[in-house]
């Protein structure tokens, strides 16, 4: 059993219908701040579990739950005197397999199997509501008037209890101490059985006993019935059993004698990565939510994680929020879902080789790519530079500032990140020296090229091949060796300017081609840095310029 997908409406971050659907084990969500990767994963546990944030949302709903957007156009409604329905939150998760939860009571009325949980006005308060719109004067959703539908597919009212499946939320970022007891306690709680559960419940009500028959409590209780004077009624200190989860909302976890909620957020996450993970045999296991796990983990910490996650989750269905590649790298590139614009792109198609290459490699920065408008792939640092100086000289701003992202990547890594950029449709430029052999360029990028040309993918490289005859290098005293390249970046970039004007940003004592392409050759990353910061005006190779402006508007 399992989470085949979700549907949220005016839940936070989303308004109008989300869908996503989720396989059957690991799902990896990136996107950039603010697109709704919490949202998707507060949802199923909302959806799951009832709470939200460490409160039970049926006894604690507000405002700031639903749609602002939505919750704006309704205020607005209301003081233009042409009301309309107030908002309801909708969340609709679906089963793969839940005899018990089959049926058409969803928003698509398809037969399936799942549930629904809705945040929405109840009717009975009606009268009492149509009397405040005649003010017209709301300032706030008035959530006073509403109340918590939690159903089947099948029409059935269910609570948390009789939902077989189960969600462990670990979220390393919460601020609140009682949260995080919570959160520790309801992982806990599915991993016991009944008869563990009773136990435990019948033990904390001998500490009740125990509490209230010990003398010190007892002669406090007499002592605040006398100060409180309140005629034929008694006052006394206990422990409130009067909750149905009153053991799970008061005992608290320890870890060597520390309490759970006083230890390091990363030790908590990875505490209750392992509680989660733990199997019980033949009951659904559920799905584990976690959020940002790199969040207060030292890469080792994290390796260690990743790790555990990897080993321990056959079996078991996992939903991760990341903004780390070495996350994405490890946890299965293929199971990566992306976030833009209330759409989701999937990595499904990506080869055998291309997501062992990075899970081998998992220190590629791919989310770099992946979260930016445009991406700039260069061979090394000094082209990074460069490049860099040509997008500012061009547009007056750094590439990054328009949402520009320039990668450096080496060896067989640009084909790995193509393959993830037409199966994303990403637009990316490679910047790419033809070192003196166009046909080896062509061959390697061959499914980018011609015929076979993508759109949003630019393979930019100069289409001449040049030699020292081109840069007239004759230095009978101390010539350039018989296998100097001329076709790399720093000798396209003098022959795109000039020997006079390198001369005056490098330099008098490069007064010949063959002194200043050395110079250019021995120092790359210095002579890119200077490039970087002269004020000289400068060129750039036709295939520079090319590679700035793909993708503009």
Known sequence: MYITKIRIKNFKRFSDWFQLDFSSNVNIIVGINEIGKSTIIEAVNLALTGFYQGKYVRNDINQYLFNKTEVDKYLLSIKEGTPIEPPSVEIEVFFDDCPSMKGNHNSQTIEA?????????????????????????????PVEYYHVVWRSFHREDITARSIPYKASLIDTSTQYQTASDMYVSHIVRNKLDEKDKINITQSYRKAQQIFMTDDAIVGINRKL????????????????LSSKRAWEDSLTAYMREI?????????????????????????PEGIILLEEPENHLSFGKLN?????????????????????SFVLNKLRLSSLILLSN??????????????????????????????????????????????????????????????????????????????IAKALNLTIAVVTDNDGDIEAIKNKYDNYLGDKAVPNIKICFDDTIDTKESFGCIDESNPLPDNFNYNTLEPKMLKANNLDVFKRIFGNEYDTTTKMLRHLHSQKGESALTLLKTSEIISYPQYILDAISHGVN
């Open 342 to 419: 209330n759409t989701s792109y999937r990595l499904t198609d990506l080869s055998s080789d291309t997501v062992s290459y990075f899970e081998k490699l998992a220190g590629y920065d791919t989310l770099r790519m992946l979260l930016c408008k445009r991406t700039i792939m260069v061979e090394g640092d000094s082209d990074e530079l460069v490049v860099q100086r040509a997008y500012k000289d061009k547009y007056g701003r750094q590439p990054i500032e328009d949402g520009v992202d320039v990668l450096c990547v080496r060896g067989l890594a640009f084909l790995r990140f193509l393959e």
């Open 113 to 141: 199997c799942g549930l629904y949980y809705k945040i929405c006005f109840d009717e009975s308060y009606q009268s009492e509501y149509n009397s405040l719109l005649e003010l017209h004067d709301m300032t706030t959703l």
């Open 304 to 324: 260690e994680l990743v790790s555990t996650i990897n080993n321990q989750i056959d079996g078991m269905q996992l939903l991760v929020s990341t903004h780390s």
């Open 259 to 283: 309490p759970f909620h006083f230890m390091g957020k990363g030790e908590q996450c990875i505490i209750k990565t392992k509680l989660a993970l733990v199997k019980k045999v033949n009951i």
């Open 225 to 240: 019935a006398d100060l409180a004077q309140i005629d034929g009624e008694d006052i006394s200190l206990s422990v409130d």
